[in-house]
């Protein structure tokens, strides 16, 4: 396990025969990796050609090519007013929040749904949470307005004359939508996200719980020494991919869910939500091309900042 | 295998059935809203229990039965033929890249992950499916783009495949003279099925729930998906009632469905991948056991 | 390994060198693909392709294609329609067209799209949620000025002069409007029979402040109606009567106000008048006359009228919008106006016919659009289908469903008459007045034409100031113009906002626009 990738004395044979032999070894490896490898250089590679439109000033009857350079002008929009500071710092903490309570979310659902014993009751409950996860983000944003409409809201209506308490108008106040946020997002995820960490339980060699229930280990000590450990690489892997995405945003969640009430800004602004109401009159695809490349590097730097922690760690978990 | 005692598993239980309740309440608000009267709707809003029940919805899709009995069609087609052929190729890809002793492994990882975070935007990804590959208004428009996605699920993959499988089985297979392909699918793929299972049911809800490529890509409306039908809806809904478009806006918006309508769409597209799910569940078994093919 | 990425990425390089190249070869074969037609260049149109202009059997074939909007579901019908045009056009201009919809949401990115990949597209509706002046400043459109002297004399009898002036820009002609409602006025659309019920006298109602005295019966009385809701999200009661003193300049960063001969562009959210417009409403909304999830609801006035929720609704108004509003909502509604009628260039550049640039045959482009406003035929075929199948005639020019067909079963129900060149050429639908064509023709023309009429901001120099502002204006405006937000705290919290995104860059720019604008007229 604590053996380093010896991948570089295959990188380049020195000699022909060194070659041959693994061509011989590898051949088929490639040729299974090669449909794979031209369909991203096809359909992710070459678009990245793109990016170019975010130091342009497209002009159509120009074309995308001929049209000027304006260096970061199309990139100034982010950064103008004090909105950066918020849209940024929304984004990353929703998302560190996310990412933290998803896991441990799923994680639980799936260790649980593994130790039931009545398969047939555990596979419905696999299913019924999933059940949030296929419903449109519009529609969502439907359903808790059903629960938080002011007029009609089962909130407002029932629950909350039931506590004594007075009605409150949610699309107005923003102190409640972080947490309404993060919930509806548990909500949305876990459920689906639980589906990747039971496969990865139940790919666990049964061996090593045999053996902890010999030595008189208790379900919880398995869990917590064996599961849990076996399942870290998956949940690094998720981990270091949901960071190298922290700039980007769940659009629904945040756009259609607060039903964008200008009052939430503050705290339902997100970078996505901003380049999307920025830029929605204006239609410029080089301004938009240029918050797509500001979300991209950030998130890059980071992965490759959080990849090396990894790898000082523990090489084999970590991306590259 | 010992499991927990009777206690903690209905602890358990108890735990699920709350968990069901919440997941389950707003898929039944979702199901009630769609055959309540529409004014009681509005009135009131959603309700679990409405006074006045209403098929008026699903009449109104049914007078429009043979667009959304193609639309299903089509996302069908799309769905199991994208599924299967996506689920090859991330596994091919997935596979050597999850071998300790495949060369070029960290910077194929790379190579992959590099596509999760950049992406030219539309534009070129227009360009490329439309003049370059004439894909628009074909049914592979609703499938090629969702294959890969990204590299999510290859990295995924790769990892399952680096974990569950012991590097000495790949080797004591290649000793005994089992080709790298025949050990590929012979050994790996049914050593893998609880991933093969996760990765085949993410990657079919993306192509059941995908209406993005129907909406760049087709405008033919014999080759819309089912839930293009129904986020044009909600989509155009949203647009008419948040922009400034004159004298004439009262009938463009008039023209759209009514709220039962969109509810009862939401429902029809929901209702397939509950009966889909099940039979991924199947595979959410250890395929066989490690030990006994070490054995 | 560093080594080896770097080996990976000149691969990629190559690929994209490749696909550099390809790129432009590809473009340039678009724009030549799918047409054996000699285009000659847009701006030269050369004079014997004048001259042949009626004689339709020296054009070689060429399609149309045609971009819109519509929100409707009823398109199953357009193939029918295409065909019964295509016979009218293959006589008079040797082309069949092709009409693609699109639906509003996805409209102004697919333009977008077909733009940048130099799709095959000749005519197609622009304007659309105030993207005209970007359009034109992104060069998605060739100009018309030339085309329209030499194939659009129908065009030019057919549309009110100054309307088709109004929009130019940086002195040419980019798009050309339908003839439609080209002004406005704004109105307060109430229940008939809460109104008779209550003996509420309207005649005594006279300016916006007044209406509270109406609510006040209705919130007394009939404690299940809302007395006022919003037409729709965005079209706030602030908003809409604010259309009485201010020309929005395109996007109301920067206002105009009437009877201010100066013609100096002022901030309309500092002023005096915009500020006792908050308070009013403000203060209905305390006392209960406005719904409270204003700000935030999806459904429109008309539903929550039918539904029996909703006593009124304000909005901007045109002629035969109350007997409109009657059969949307099921009720019979009662129309209070607030004069005058103002035409503005927004009004007019909200939808306009353009030809793309990427259009093979510009000339045979404006020789179908001037179709859409001459030959009454393909009016009607556009505007509402095939005759027995989508409508039947009941009597003169008034039409109706035929037997077993309604709104939400006709197969070309895209209901668009007003979009499609001349709608006063075109039949009247059963319940409108017969003349309401003709209403809405002396509507536009003796509408207040704003001084502003024919001016459009290009918002290119200061596009990150005018994002800036777009998203505090997303924060503020709808819940100070529904009267949910306090306007005495958070109005002076608006404009410094305002301010910090730069408002006053917009107006100076603006402004020197505006100058210079007057000074070409």
Redesign the interface.
Known sequence: MEQTVDAPKYAFPKSTLRRFRWIRRYGVLILMILPGVIYLLINNYLPMLGIIIAFKDVNYAKGILQSDWIGFKNFEFLFRTNDAYIITRNTILYNITFIVLHVIAAVTLAVLLNELKNRFLARFYQSVVLLPYLISAVIIGYLVFSLLSVETGIMNKKILPMLGLGEISWYTETKYWPYILTMVSVWKTAGHLCVIFLAAIVGIDKEYFEAATIDGASRWQQIRSITIPLITPVITIMTLLAIGRIFHSDFGLFYQVPLDSGPLLPVTNVIDTYVYRSLLTLGDIGMSSAAGVYQSVVGFLLVLISNYIVRKINSDNALF | ????NSR??LV??L??VV??A???L??F??VT?SITD?????????TLFPKHISFAAYE?LL??AS?ILRAYGNTFVATVIGTSVSLL??T??A???S???????????????F??????????????Y???FDLKNTLLALI??Y??L???Y???AR??F???IPMEIIESAYIDGA???RI?WRIILPL?L??L??VG??QL?NYW?DWFNS??FI?D?KLFNL?Y???????????????????????????????GV??AM?VI??VP??IA??FF?RF???GL???AVKG | MLKKMLMLFIAVALVLAGCGSSDKSASNAGSNSGSSVNTGSINTGSTDEAQEENDASNLPPYEIVIAFPTSSSQTSGIPEVEQAINEITKKKINATIKLMPYSYASYAQQLNLMFASNEKLDLFVSGVNGAYSSQVAQGSMIPLDDLLEKYGSGIKEAVYAPFIEAARMNGKLYGIPSNRDLAADRELLMRKDIVDKYHIDLSQVKTFEDFGQIFKVVKENEPDLIPLVLFTQISTPVDVIASMYFDILGDRMGVLEYGNSEMKVVNMYETEQYAQLLNTVRSWYEKGYVQKDAATTKDTGPVLVQAGRAFSYIKQSKPGSDTQASRQTGYEMVSLKLPPAYSTTNLITQFLWSIAKNSQDPERAMMFLNLMFTDTDIINLLAWGIEGRDYVKVSGNIIDYPEGVNATNVPYGLNQGWLFGNQFKSYVFKGDPEDIYQQTDQFNKEAVKSPALGFTFDSTPVKSEVASVTNVMNQYRLGLETGSLDPETLLPQYFSEMKKAGIDRIIEEKQRQLDEWVKTK
């Open positions: 295998m010992e499991r927990t903690t598993q358990i239980h735990f699920f968990v069901s919440v997941c389950l707003p898929f608000l979702l809203s529409e004014s009681e709707i509005i009135r009131n809003g959603y109104y007078n429009d667009a190729i991330i091919m890809l596979y050597p890249l071998r300790r002793d495949f060369p070029w492994r960290k910077s194929l990882s790379f190579f992959v992950f596509t999760m975070l950049f992406n030219g935007g539309l534009v070129p990804t227009y360009f490329v439309t003049q370059v090629v783009p294959l890969l990204n590299g999510f290859v990295l995924l990892t399952f680096a974990n569950t080709g790298e392909f590929f893998s609880p991933i299972a996760t049911l993410f809800i729930n909406l760049i405008t409306r839930q039908l129904l986020n044009k809806i909600l989509l155009d809904i949203q647009f008419l009632s948040t922009s400034d478009l004159g004298g004439n806006q009262a009938e463009m918006i008039a023209a759209l469905p009514k709220e969109r509810m939401a597209g929901v991948i509950l799910y099940p569940q959410f078994i250890q056991t490690v030990g």
